[in-house]
C-alpha cells in the first residue's frame, strides 16, 4: 500500500506548501496509464458504474485508475483526501475484476471506488481523525460500516480529509470548496464531499452529529442524507458526541444514495446506539408516487437570516414541489435552542469522555481550537462552583429530555409527511474567516454553525436529505434539505429523487480545470 499524506496547514506558506503537496502526490500515480476517458469514467454516477460492471462493459480497474488520475490533478487544489490508497485500491479492483470475469458478484457495489472518511476505521490503513493526536494510529479492525461496504464489493481509494476529530481545523489542512477554492466547503465531512463533487470518487462515507453530512454535500453541490439515528451502525468511527453521532453516504445523484444505504443500514447488537428496524429496499422506495404527500414548511426558525441567494433558490424549490405534491402548508417543530454548538445541553461531556486520556497525555498535539474546547469542557467539569454530582445530574437530566423528545417528535408529522427547509441559510464563507473563527478564543458573530438548518434534525434523531436546488449569482451550489419522522428514508428520497429528476440541479460540475490556480487561504 503506498500511503499519500497531506499537508499541516499553515497560515503564512501556504503556496510552498501546495507545491510540496503536488510533489508528495506525484510517482505513485502519475506512473498510472491515463485512460483517454478518464473524465468521462469518473463522471459515471455510482449506480451506473455499478450497472456497467455487472453488464462486463467496463472493469473496476478502468473506473479505479480513472478515479486516481483525476486524484493526481485535483487533490492537491481541493485536499479531499488525506490518504490515497493507490496500490490498495489496485489490487482491490484487480480482485473484483477477477471475480467478476468468473461470475461472481459480491453485492451491488462490486468494484466501485468509495471514499471513507478519514475517522472511520480500517484495518491495517492510518485512521487519523485529521489529527496530530492520531497521526500515526493503524486500527486493527474495520469499522462496522466499512466491513458492509467490503462484503457489497466497494473498492476503497481513500481516506478523506475532515475537520480534526469533527470539530476543528484539520491536521492536514483545510478542504476547499471546488467551486470556489477560496470557499469553505462546511461540515466536517468536506473532504468526502468534494472528493464526490469533483468525481474524485463515485460515493463516499461521511459522518454527521451536527449536519456534517448535509453540510458539505449542499455547500459542494452533491447529495448527502443523515439516516434515522441507529439505523447505520457507528461501531469503529472516532466519535464526536455519541448521542448525536450519526454516518451516511454522500453521493452525486439520489439513487447512488439509496444504493448505499441500502448496504449501510442494519442492526448491529455490539454499537449502544443501534436500533432494529426490519430491512428496507431504499432503491424500490424511489418509485413510490409523491403525488399524495403532504408537506410541511417550519419557516420558523429554518428560514430566518436567509441571505438573498438562498432564500431565492429554496422558495423557487418550494413552488416545484408543491406541483408534485398533494398539499402544502405551515408547521413548526420543537424547538431545540438549548443544544446550540455553544453547550449542547449537556452533551458536550461526551466529547471530553472521548479524549480527557488523551487530552491528559497529548494536549499539545492537538489544534488550538480543539485545546481550547476540551480545556473549556474540562474547567467546566471540575468546577467548583459545580460539584461533580451536580455535572452528573444535570448530563442524566439532559439525556432524559432528549429520548422524549426523540420519542415525541413524531408528533409533529400527524397531518404532513416531510418538511422542507434551506440545508443552511447563508452562503458559503471565506475559508479565512471560517478559520479565524475557529481559533479565535472570543466571543464572534453568527458563522456557519450557527445559521445551518441541520443541528435539530440530529437532536430529534430524524432522517434528512440534502439536494442541490439551486445556485447563487456567483455560482455556488444552495442545498435544500426534506426530512421525515423516524424511519421515513423510503419517503424522503422518493421526493429527493423525484424533484432531482425534474430540476437536474445535480448534472452540474465544479467549474476545475488541470490549470485552475490555488489561491492561499490569506492572500498576501
Known amino acids: 500500500m503506498i ?50 460492471i455487472r453488464a462486463g462493459k467496463i472493469t473496476s480497474t478502468a473506473l479505479t485508475k ?12 481541493v485536499d479531499a483526501y488525506i490518504t490515497v490508497l493507490t496500490d490498495y485500491a489496485l489490487t482491490q479492483a484487480a480482485q473484483m475484476d477477477a471475480e467478476q470475469k468468473a461470475g461472481k458478484f459480491r453485492g451491488p457495489l462490486h468494484g466501485v471506488p468509495i471514499a471513507l472518511k478519514d475517522n472511520i476505521d480500517t484495518a491495517g490503513i492510518r485512521t487519523t481523525a485529521a489529527s496530530k493526536v492520531y497521526d500515526d494510529r493503524v486500527p486493527k479492525e474495520d469499522a462496522e460500516v466499512v466491513r458492509r461496504l467490503s462484503a457489497a464489493g466497494a473498492v476503497f481509494i481513500g481516506k478523506a480529509n475532515l475537520d480534526e476529530f469533527a470539530d476543528a481545523v484539520s491536521y492536514f489542512g483545510s478542504v476547499r470548496n471546488p467551486w470556489a477554492l477560496d470557499r469553505d466547503p462546511s461540515g466536517s465531512s468536506s473532504g468526502s464531499a468534494a472528493a464526490v463533487a469533483t468525481t474524485l470518487a463515485y460515493g463516499a462515507l461521511g459522518t454527521d452529529t451536527g449536519g456534517s453530512v ?11 442524507i443523515k439516516p434515522t439515528y441507529g439505523l447505520v451502525p457507528i461501531r469503529g468511527i472516532v466519535p464526536l458526541a455519541v448521542s448525536l453521532d450519526h454516518c451516511g453516504p454522500i453521493t452525486r445523484t439520489v439513487e ?38 403532504r408537506l410541511g414548511i417550519p419557516r420558523a426558525p429554518f428560514f430566518d437570516h436567509c441571505d438573498e441567494d438562498t432564500a431565492k433558490a429554496v422558495e423557487e424549490a418550494i413552488v416545484v414541489l408543491c406541483k408534485m405534491t398533494k398539499s402544502m402548508k405551515e408547521v413548526s417543530l420543537p424547538s431545540t435552542s438549548a443544544y446550540s454548538w455553544a453547550s449542547l445541553n449537556n452533551i458536550g461531556n461526551e466529547i471530553y469522555a472521548y479524549h480527557e486520556s488523551l487530552f491528559e497525555s497529548s494536549a499539545g498535539r492537538y489544534s488550538l481550537a480543539m485545546q481550547v474546547l476540551l480545556q473549556a469542557q474540562k474547567d467546566a467539569m471540575n468546577s467548583p462552583s459545580t460539584t461533580g454530582s451536580r455535572q452528573v445530574s444535570a448530563y442524566i437530566k439532559h439525556h432524559w429530555d432528549l429520548e422524549l ?9 400527524a397531518d404532513v409527511d416531510l418538511v422542507v427547509v434551506p440545508t443552511l441559510r447563508i452562503m458559503p464563507q471565506k475559508l479565512s ?6 481559533e479565535n478564543t472570543k466571543l464572534h458573530s453568527p458563522g456557519v454553525m450557527d445559521l445551518d438548518n441541520c443541528t435539530p434534525f440530529n437532536v430529534y434523531g430524524l432522517p434528512a436529505i440534502s439536494v442541490p436546488c439551486g445556485f447563487s449569482k456567483d455560482g455556488l451550489p444552495v442545498g435544500l434539505m426534506i426530512a421525515g419522522p423516524h424511519f421515513s428514508e423510503g419517503k424522503i428520497m422518493a421526493l429527493a429523487r423525484a424533484y432531482e429528476l425534474e430540476t437536474k440541479w445535480n448534472l452540474r460540475r465544479p467549474p476545475l480545470k488541470p490549470d485552475t490556480p490555488v489561491p492561499p487561504i490569506r492572500p498576501a
Do not use: W
Open 3 to 52: 500511503a499519500m499524506t497531506r499537508r499541516q496547514f499553515s497560515k503564512t506558506v501556504a503556496a510552498t506548501v501546495a507545491a510540496l503537496s503536488i510533489r508528495s502526490l506525484g510517482s505513485p500515480l502519475e506512473a498510472l496509464a491515463s485512460e483517454p476517458d478518464s473524465d468521462q469514467i469518473a463522471g459515471l454516477s455510482l449506480t451506473e458504474a455499478a450497472q456497467q
Open 66 to 77: 480513472a478515479c486516481l488520475e483525476r486524484i493526481r490533478i485535483y487533490n492537491p487544489k
Open 214 to 224: 448535509r453540510l458539505p454535500a449542499a455547500y459542494c453541490g452533491v447529495v448527502g
Open 256 to 293: 447512488d444514495a439509496a444504493l448505499m444505504l441500502n448496504t449501510l443500514a442494519g442492526y448491529d447488537r455490539l454499537d449502544i446506539t443501534s436500533v432494529q428496524h426490519a430491512k428496507e429496499d431504499y432503491v424500490a422506495a424511489l418509485d413510490q408516487p409523491v403525488s399524495g404527500f
Open 405 to 413: 423528545m426523540r420519542r415525541t417528535v413524531d408528533d409533529s408529522f
Open 433 to 438: 474567516y471560517v478559520i479565524d473563527q475557529e
